[in-house]
């Protein structure tokens, strides 16, 4: 995480994600140290160089070393390496309570791979783990599959600047959770948040800890346990022994789809409960507008416990409160 010394993180982000292209070539995400300007400038050259020159000549073009590296200081940037050549590039500064993105840009040898989605997430990820609320960016009117590629990430229009659309995107709070008794702390410090009718959709791998987190919840709502893994029962309910909604805790996995989610009649029980389903990405969030998306990530090394549990508020939520029971853990810990 980053520290007041190094504001920006760049010292213990290293490598942030890693994927695999279908040829086989490595794809890698890092955020970029002042000695990468002259890379970057190269990619972003080559980029905005191979676009259709619409109207004035594009200001990326005037980016130099020098003017590259300064931005780096000032803010940071991501690189992104295809079987370690430098093929992609993203500048990031600060616009008030906002984190900017600009100069976003895959070269021409390396365009049509995934490389730019590839660096959006990882990006985002990032930027949501160092604590960023907002992301904004602009994006030239002239080029509508730009602005699909951003809305295809999760981006909105919120205004207009000059010849551009502003686009933007609110990120998740974010939890770095150590071990399973902190996924259950964080657990009891969100269950203040929840009342009834709530839904609260949990995904991540297996064993990623979505019932672990539950059992948190379970905890500091005040209901019945124990809460286990619901595999095999589909879904189970927990009265509440404090006067306060149950807790309904359902399982996905093995449903094929809505229809068979409607089947277990949450819906009956929705309005007077808090509802969990793990598994229910893609599924559930047709049963209610008021929800809490929960995604739990394990790092890339797998000998670390860590988890990094990404809190997406949807409806009524609010993300200041999900900030502040979030900050509110790492201090009594
Ligand atoms: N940081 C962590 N957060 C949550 N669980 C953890 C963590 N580190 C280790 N674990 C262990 O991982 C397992 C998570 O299991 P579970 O909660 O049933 O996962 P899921 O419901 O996502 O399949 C538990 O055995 C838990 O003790
Ligand atoms: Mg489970």
Not at 32 to 39: K, V
Not at 254 to 277: H, K, N, P, W
Not at 280 to 296: N, Q
């Amino acid at each position: 995480m980053p520290t007041s010394q190094d504001p920006a993180g760049t010292a213990t982000l290293g490598v942030l994600a890693e994927a695999v292209l279908p040829d086989g070539r490595a794809l890698t995400l890092r955020a970029a140290a002042p000695a990468d300007a002259p890379a970057m400038v190269e990619i972003i050259h080559a980029a905005f160089g191979a676009r259709p020159l619409l109207g004035a000549r594009p200001d990326a073009l005037n980016e130099t070393t020098a003017t590259i590296t300064q931005a780096l200081l000032g803010g940071t940037g991501y690189l992104a390496h295809v079987a370690g050549r430098p093929a992609g590039a993203i500048l990031v500064s600060q616009d008030g309570a906002a984190v900017r993105l600009g100069r976003v840009s895959v070269h021409p040898d390396f365009q049509r791979l995934g490389v730019a989605s590839f660096m959006v997430r990882g990006l985002l990820e990032s930027m949501a783990a160092r604590g960023a609320g907002l992301v904004t960016l602009l994006a030239r009117r002239e080029f509508p599959r730009l602005r699909q590629f951003w809305e295809s990430h999760g981006f909105r229009l919120m205004g207009e600047e000059g010849n551009c659309w502003v686009l933007g995107l609110h990120l998740p709070v974010v939890a770095e959770v150590p071990d399973a008794d902190a996924m259950r702390a964080l657990g009891r410090a969100l269950a203040p948040l929840l009342r009834a009718g709530d839904l609260v959709i949990a995904s991540g791998d297996l064993g990623a800890g979505k019932t672990t987190f539950t059992q948190g919840l379970g905890e500091g709502l005040g209901v019945e346990g124990p809460i286990i893994s619901p595999t095999f029962v589909l879904a189970r309910v927990h009265r509440s022994l404090v006067g306060g909604p149950a807790l309904v805790h359902a399982d996905a996995y093995r449903l094929g789809g809505f229809a068979e989610l409607e089947d277990l009649d949450l819906e009956e029980s929705l309005a007077d409960s808090v509802t969990v389903i793990e598994w229910g990405t893609g599924v559930a969030e047709a049963l209610a507008p008021e929800r809490l998306e929960v995604a739990i990530r394990r790092g890339l090394d797998p000998a670390d416990e860590t988890r990094w549990v990404f809190l997406t508020p949807r409806g009524r939520w609010r993300r200041e409160a999900l900030a502040a029971a979030v900050a509110g853990l790492g201090e009594s810990a």
